[in-house]
DNA sequence: CTGAAAGCGCTTACAG
DNA sequence: CTGAAAGCGCTTACAG
């Protein structure tokens, strides 16, 4: 690493300026700003010969200078619980690869669900001065008084502050809604669901379109059938065994992420249960997983690659384009029910 | 949104700065900005008054400001193909983790493999100043005239280039030693590989250890046993019905990713065959899902979570300790085999 | 077509 | 214990 360095002259950690542009092509400072930037105000020959010594020297413009002085910043915030969930991976790939295509940098934070980790978060990417928030919130109370444009993903605050916030969403009423009918068609009686924590939003939805399905085919509802949780193929794996406890097959069991049914359907393996004859297992998101398993997962499909890709998208028109920034943003994508082995 | 913030006489956008806080205080910017940082020479009662006034006001640094004067950022950029892999996915985690209990934040940049757009993140990162980089390489080409401390993570450089670089990997090599051992010894004959691209130090490693092992066992290496290409399930898919093109069971593979032997074991199962009677499979990584699968995947483990730890602790080292960066570091974690089902 | 000057928000010698 | 001043690297009116 040393090497060609020192051949140049320059140690590690010292930068090019736009002086030493200027100083090698006998021009001010200014000029060479303007030069790099393809300003038309400055003649042919100068940039050719600035953008020559630019090139030369190695010059990388310093875009804290150059954010400070712009006041604004091309970098993205992104909160999530974790990054290594892979319904959030996803999402997460979908946010760089736009903000790349974009010009935008991607800081990244995770929560574990820990509102006071979103604070510490939040608080960091202010001092940041990111130009936008993208968030999942734990928390949305965390959110109140930032001064930068922010989009919640996945999930939406509900409750007195409904619509305060921007959001792009799946339908997930509509999503447990197909997940329980379906269940409800292949002729199980009773219906499970493994939902997520009772504080977002989704799970809030999902029961809304659970207790809808069941409602329509005439099956009263039962509180004991709902279990909350976090989204993790241990917890789907140990619901299931404390579901074991005290139902008896068949029935059906709708759970909220692909990774609880994965779960799930490991603890009905080891008690020799059969899929879908016994338990009928519908999962939710459609990772990719979900069509390489041994008994193939129907799931609920929502695309959080291109929740990733409309976050982006609007952020930067909410940054970019200031009277955007009065607009109120609300996006629900459809959700597509995936039938395969495990219904 | 606005409500509280308009009732502050703040405006989305307006940032409190020193000098709002100054003239509330009525004192000056350097007396402020001393009393932020605790500094030993401001009175007790100047720094409460004036740490009330930055509460109230909702200061929050301006570390782009910070970073121009100091001349060093938090920020640790993260260069790697795929942030939705889960392995590279923990790994991330890790990071993210370890870096924010230091007080960096995580820059994340993936490169899907391809050295031109690795080229575009590492100028991106350069421009953004970061105090440090944290590479999964593709091509090692593109690293060499970084100016900033840079730790190479998973793979490492080969060749005429050794050992210019920092790095912190896996010992790929005894990983497949043991994994065409085990599979040896549990009585196939034949024993294929599916390991990585050929351009990766990690695939090279992995071809010493399987010739070591087979070897040992006095079977001769055979070319035709070995496959390359990229880590996915669909990889890995491909190549075992390639390979029952080829071959008759029984026989061992071994496959450089859990998900290539994911992959694998979805081809086996539609072929009808027995895992592991017909075909022994033997993964690396030990991703989460490797123990939930039907048939629970033989694996080496690898921490990719520990990798990333020790990452950013290292690289935090070279940028806080100046005499620290001279030294060069080799780190080899040392994997350890997992015997599941699957072999 | 080009340059001198101001200023973004911060920190830190230096002076008192 | 406190303040005036310089300067980090950049951009942009303003003047010529």
Known sequence: MKGILF????????????????????????????????????SENTKIKIKAIAERLGYVPNVQARALRLNRTKVLGIINPDNSSPYFATLIKGIEETARGLNYS?????????????????????????????????????????????????????????????????????????????????????????NGSKYFSSTFDRMEGYRKALEEAGIPYNEKCVYYGESSMEHGYKTLNLILNEAVPPFGVFCSSDLIAIGAMRAVKEKKLKIPEDISIVGNDDIEIASYLDILLTTVKHSSYAVGVLGVEHIVKLIEQPNAARQSIKVVLEPELIIRQST
């Open 7 to 42: 051949s140049m002259g320059m140690g590690e950690g010292e930068q090019v300026t736009l002086h030493d542009i200027a100083r090698e092509a006998g021009t001010s400072v200014t000029t060479v700003s303007r030069a790099l930037q393809g300003k038309p105000d400055i």
């Open 106 to 194: 991607v800081l990244v934070g995770n929560t574990g669900n820990r509102p006071e980790v979103e604070r510490e978060v939040l608080l960091t990417f202010t001092a940041m001065r990111v130009a936008g928030i993208l968030g999942i919130p734990t928390d949305v109370g965390n959110y109140y008084d930032l001064k930068v444009p922010l989009i919640f993903l996945l999930r939406h605050e509900y409750g007195n502050e409904a619509r305060r916030f921007n959001s792009i969403i799946t339908n997930d009423a509509r999503g447990a809604y197909f997940a329980t009918s379906h269940l409800l068609i292949k002729g199980k009686k009773t219906i499970f669901i493994i």
